[in-house]
């Protein structure tokens, strides 16, 4: 991302600034003298970030690592973007420096940048549709094997910087959000009262338990297993793996995109995958087996993991943190059917574990 071209900003942060130009500076870096031609928009899906699938007619495209016929440009056109800035700016550092040097199965990136006067950040990747992929669904609950090869894949993608000295002033990972610190940064606006109670009187908020709907509860267990992650080596995280992010590609391998990411101990991301993707029924009889599962692969790449018992106490803590990430999510970023099984699938495992019981215990 530091070679930008003054052909590739301003980023358009209108799609109507999005043009054959701009494209054709775009590619440069991955195909030099590539020309887009014509460009058409296919379809979009608006979100969190909106995703623009483009059809391109390209000229000179190399032999070698041609660009394909459709991609999807990735960037911030919703209403709430600017103020999302700091999501873009991530996502595009992300795919530019953090997935391919760490080895995570991701869509290829053929631009990253994020442009800080205009406060947008644009990725543009590969067509997984145009690939064969089978991408996972929120409401279809995962069995063990899925859960535990994507696990060994995370072992293996939080190995490559578990406890790493880049993570410190000076180094490259410098930029890399503390996640659990800087929680409340991101979840304040939401942790209001008039905020809170709408959530709580929404379906999602039905699908919990009601010691979990107590406002004051929820802001000091962020403290408090902040508090915890802050005593234990980090790593990176992809830091959104619901299964709406999640893909099997045609060769049966696990893939990742969606990638915010942030730092944090593995166990983190361990607690939040496992709580989005197993069925109340079935996570009771797996979650034991699985949490094992990645321990030992990553041991296997020679880091000193955590104690099973270490990691469990980790993993009821974290629990909290995919419970408020959906209790409060917004339903222009996930549809409600989502955010309500997310957060009925966190709510029964900490019932389960009595996090509460645990978080208390957490000294602040």
Known sequence: MDAITQAQRPLPVEIEEIS??????????????????????????????????????????PGNRPIPPTVILKGGYEPHSRHLHYIHEKEARTYGELLPELGLRHPEAYFTDYDAERKQGIVIMEDLVARGVTFCSALEPQGFEPVAR???????????????????????????????????????????????RHYIRSSRGAAASVRFHDLAWMRDALQRYAALAATVPHC???????????????????????????????????????????????????????????????????????????????????????????????AVFQVEAVNTAYTARFSAAMLDHDTIGLLNKIPL
């Open 20 to 61: 054959k130009e701009w494209l054709t500076a775009a590619f440069q870096d991955y195909a030099p003298g590539a020309e887009v031609r014509e460009f058409a928009i296919e379809d979009m899906m608006r979100s969190t970030c909106t995703k623009i699938r483009l059809r391109l007619d390209v000229a000179n495209n």
């Open 236 to 330: 990176v995280l992809h830091g959104d793996t619901h299964l709406g992010n999640l893909y099997v590609d045609v060769d049966g391998t696990p893939g990742f995109f969606d990638s915010i990411g942030g730092r944090a101990p593995g166990m983190l991301e361990v607690s939040y995958h496992i709580g989005c993707a197993l069925d109340v029924a079935d996570r009771p009889q797996l979650e034991e087996r699985l949490i094992r599962h990645y321990l030992e692969e990553l041991s296997k790449t020679g880091v000193d993991a955590p104690s099973f018992e270490d990691a469990m106490r980790q993993y009821v803590a974290f629990l909290a943190y995919g419970y408020c990430v959906f209790i409060i999510n917004d």
């Open 150 to 196: 994507r696990l060994g894949d995370l072992a293996r993608f939080h190995a490559g910087s578990w406890d790493s000295p880049e993570f410190r002033p000076g180094g490259k990972w410098e930029w890399v959000d503390d996640i659990a610190a800087n929680q409340l940064n991101y979840f304040d606006e939401y942790l209001q009262p008039d905020v809170w």
